[in-house]
């Protein structure tokens, strides 16, 4: 196993936390990287699957670009990757490997009229993680994607970058690489196949750890008739949340939780006991958050003062109470039944039986942690949820204006303008009416199995008080 030394934790820290969230992720370079020069490779060899370049790579996946900066003293910048993408170099052969972490999906770049900010810790509403995923399918299906073709043009495109290749260990590299990618297109297939087109900011994270599960356990993880689309959630709520999921399917020590997400990434359960102190490192850094962003416009303060009376009267004994700053004062996690919330009910049965029996494998869990399906969603922490659109477990509501209009009178097709300013009206993502041709950035939501638009009548029963509400969540 290669083990880089910026792995080491010797003591738990924030900022031990914070640079695996933001920069280093949790490692397992060998299952969970690529080497630079090969990765270069498929950028170039496969423009029309990748991009061409790591700039190009973001705009299709819905990462955060950054240009490349040679000046700059962070290899991560100086290759121009992503935010969230991390060049780790293996001790063994001093190869640089690309390596993903948790911002790569949980940080957005916010515009509103007259700022922007990137926040790290929110969901990503553009990431198409599944799409990522599928490029590296698709490129190991090639005809042309053999040892000889990608092992010269990775000497050719290393040597271009100063990038080091030694002569001993770049075969093993190339034939390791290519084994790899085969085998994982061939696990993944019918993961790929079912997340096709998926929705930007979502994913399938309980088919994606069927997957790894299966193999882990040597068992057959079966999906459910539906895929349980789920929003990359904020996670300004983790240091009152007791699960850290939208269902609460899984329970266990916080801090082994906040680690074991990144088994569905390929991380292996023995990578985890070797490094014992990163899930206590993220917890110490998710428990406290930075500051974000205040609404940008100013709200009528009686408007949201009579709103905070009615939140206590309507939403309290489920979303908790809030302090003047927006923090949580009092939140008790709880599962509310799907009967009652009546929201679209996919990911919330997304476990099927052999996911459950292979989740609490004792040889995988010893016992830390267990999953059982709740039939139910838990109500989640609002603060800072102005910047959060589109809202829901799956992103199934653009704004809070859609909350607040009546179930079956929410629009069904809507075109999401991701990269427009945000909708401080609404309070949301700006949306136009379908039809016409798509353009960058815009993307065509239409509610459908995991994706529907119901429930949640809550808001829209307060009828005009809603707005009321809505000016309170503008303070949180
Ligand atoms: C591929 C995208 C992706 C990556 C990478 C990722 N996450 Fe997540 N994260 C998700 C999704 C999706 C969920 C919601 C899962 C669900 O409920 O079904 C989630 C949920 C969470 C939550 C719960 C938030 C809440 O309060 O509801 C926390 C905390 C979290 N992730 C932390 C992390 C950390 C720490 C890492 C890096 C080690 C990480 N995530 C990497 C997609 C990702
Ligand atoms: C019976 C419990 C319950 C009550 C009462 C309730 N909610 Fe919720 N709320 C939930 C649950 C559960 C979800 C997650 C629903 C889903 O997507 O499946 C949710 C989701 C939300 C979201 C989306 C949050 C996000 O992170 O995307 C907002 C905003 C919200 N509720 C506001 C309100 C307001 C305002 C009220 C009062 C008018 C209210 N809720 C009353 C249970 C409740």
Same mark, same amino acid.
């Given at each position: 196993?290669? *083990?880089?030394?910026?792995?080491?934790?010797?003591?738990?820290?924030?900022?031990?936390?914070?640079?695996?969230?933001?920069?280093?992720?949790?490692? *397992?370079?060998?299952?969970?990287?690529?080497?630079?020069?090969?990765?270069?490779?498929?950028?170039?060899?496969?423009?029309? &699957?990748?991009?061409?370049?790591?700039?190009?790579?973001?705009?299709?996946?819905?990462?955060?670009?950054?240009?490349?900066?040679?000046?700059?003293?962070? !290899? $991560?910048?100086?290759?121009?990757?992503?935010?969230?993408?991390?060049?780790?170099?293996?001790?063994?052969?001093?190869?640089?490997?690309? @390596?993903?972490?948790?911002?790569?999906?949980?940080?957005?770049? &916010?515009?509103?009229?007259?700022?922007?900010?990137?926040?790290?810790?929110?969901?990503?509403?553009?990431?198409?993680?599944?799409?990522?995923?599928?490029?590296?399918?698709?490129?190991?299906?090639?005809?042309?994607? /053999?040892?000889?073709?990608?092992?010269?043009?990775?000497?050719?495109?290393?040597?271009?970058?100063?990038? !080091?290749?030694?002569?001993?260990?770049?075969? *093993?590299?190339?034939?390791?690489?290519?084994?790899?990618?085969?085998?994982?297109?061939?696990?993944?297939?019918?993961?790929?196949?079912?997340?096709?087109?998926?929705?930007?900011?979502?994913?399938?994270?309980?088919?994606?750890?069927?997957?790894?599960?299966?193999?882990?356990?040597?068992?057959?993880?079966?999906?459910?008739?539906?895929?349980?689309?789920?929003?990359?959630?904020?996670?300004?709520?983790?240091?009152?949340?007791? /699960?850290?999921?939208?269902?609460?399917?899984?329970?266990?020590?916080?801090?082994?939780?906040?680690?074991?997400?990144?088994?569905?990434?390929?991380?292996?359960?023995?990578?985890?006991?070797?490094?014992?102190?990163?899930?206590?490192?993220?917890?110490?850094?998710?428990?406290?958050?930075?500051?974000?962003?205040?609404?940008?416009?100013?709200?009528?303060?009686?408007?949201?003062?009579?709103?905070?009376?009615?939140?206590?009267?309507?939403?309290?004994?489920?979303?908790?109470?809030?302090?003047?700053?927006?923090?949580?004062? *009092?939140?008790?996690?709880?599962?509310?039944? &799907?009967?009652?919330?009546?929201? $679209?009910?996919?990911?919330?049965?997304?476990?099927?039986?052999?996911?459950?029996?292979?989740?609490?494998?004792?040889?995988?869990?010893?016992?830390?942690?267990?999953?059982?399906?709740?039939?139910?969603?838990?109500?989640?922490?609002?603060?800072?949820?102005?910047?959060?659109?589109?809202?829901?477990?799956?992103?199934?509501?653009?704004? &809070?204006?859609?909350?607040?209009?009546?179930?079956?009178?929410?629009?069904?097709?809507?075109?999401?303008?991701?990269?427009?300013?945000?909708?401080?009206?609404?309070?949301? @993502?700006?949306?136009?009416?379908?039809?016409?041709?798509?353009?960058?950035?815009?993307?065509?939501?239409?509610?459908?199995?995991?994706?529907?638009?119901?429930?949640?009548?809550?808001?829209?029963?307060?009828?005009?008080?809603?707005?009321?509400?809505?000016?309170?969540?503008?303070?949180?």
């Amino acid at each position: 196993m290669s *083990d880089p030394a910026e792995y080491a934790i010797d003591h738990v820290s924030r900022d031990a936390g914070e640079q695996i969230f933001v920069r280093t992720g949790i490692g *397992d370079p060998y299952r969970t990287g690529v080497p630079y020069p090969l990765f270069l490779v498929l950028l170039q060899a496969y423009p029309d &699957l990748f991009g061409a370049d790591p700039q190009a790579m973001a705009r299709r996946f819905g990462f955060i670009a950054r240009d490349p900066d040679p000046a700059s003293d962070d !290899p $991560d910048v100086r290759a121009g990757l992503p935010v969230g993408m991390h060049l780790t170099t293996d001790p063994l052969t001093g190869v640089p490997f690309v @390596v993903n972490a948790c911002a790569l999906c949980h940080a957005e770049r &916010l515009r509103w009229p007259g700022g922007e900010q990137v926040i790290v810790g929110l969901g990503s509403k553009h990431v198409r993680i599944h799409a990522y995923d599928a490029a590296f399918v698709a490129a190991a299906r090639r005809d042309d994607f /053999t040892i000889d073709r990608l092992g010269a043009l990775a000497a050719e495109a290393a040597a271009a970058r100063d990038v !080091p290749w030694p002569a001993v260990s770049r075969d *093993d590299l190339v034939v390791g690489t290519v084994a790899a990618l085969r085998d994982r297109a061939r696990r993944r297939a019918a993961l790929v196949a079912r997340t096709a087109d998926g929705p930007p900011g979502r994913v399938a994270p309980i088919e994606a750890f069927a997957v790894a599960l299966g193999e882990a356990t040597g068992t057959d993880v079966a999906f459910a008739d539906d895929v349980g689309w789920a929003k990359v959630p904020d996670v300004i709520g983790f240091a009152s949340r007791v /699960t850290l999921s939208w269902d609460g399917i899984g329970e266990g020590p916080m801090d082994v939780l906040v680690v074991e997400a990144d088994f569905a990434a390929g991380v292996r359960p023995a990578w985890f006991w070797d490094h014992p102190l990163q899930g206590a490192s993220l917890g110490a850094y998710l428990r406290q958050p930075a500051p974000r962003p205040r609404f940008p416009r100013p709200v009528d303060a009686a408007l949201a003062a009579r709103g905070r009376a009615l939140f206590e009267d309507h939403c309290e004994r489920c979303h908790g109470r809030y302090g003047d700053d927006g923090r949580v004062v *009092d939140y008790d996690e709880t599962v509310v039944e &799907l009967a009652v919330v009546g929201t $679209d009910p996919a990911r919330a049965r997304a476990a099927t039986p052999s996911f459950v029996a292979a989740a609490n494998d004792p040889a995988l869990t010893r016992g830390l942690t267990r999953v059982a399906p709740t039939g139910g969603y838990v109500p989640p922490v609002l603060t800072n949820v102005w910047t959060r659109a589109p809202y829901g477990h799956a992103g199934q509501w653009p704004s &809070l204006a859609v909350i607040a209009t009546p179930p079956d009178q929410r629009p069904t097709e809507v075109v999401l303008r991701l990269d427009a300013d945000y909708d401080l009206d609404a309070v949301g @993502v700006a949306t136009r009416a379908p039809g016409g041709a798509l353009g960058d950035g815009e993307y065509l939501a239409t509610a459908g199995p995991g994706l529907g638009v119901g429930g949640h009548p809550f808001l829209a029963d307060l009828g005009a008080d809603a707005a009321a509400v809505i000016a309170y969540l503008e303070t949180l």
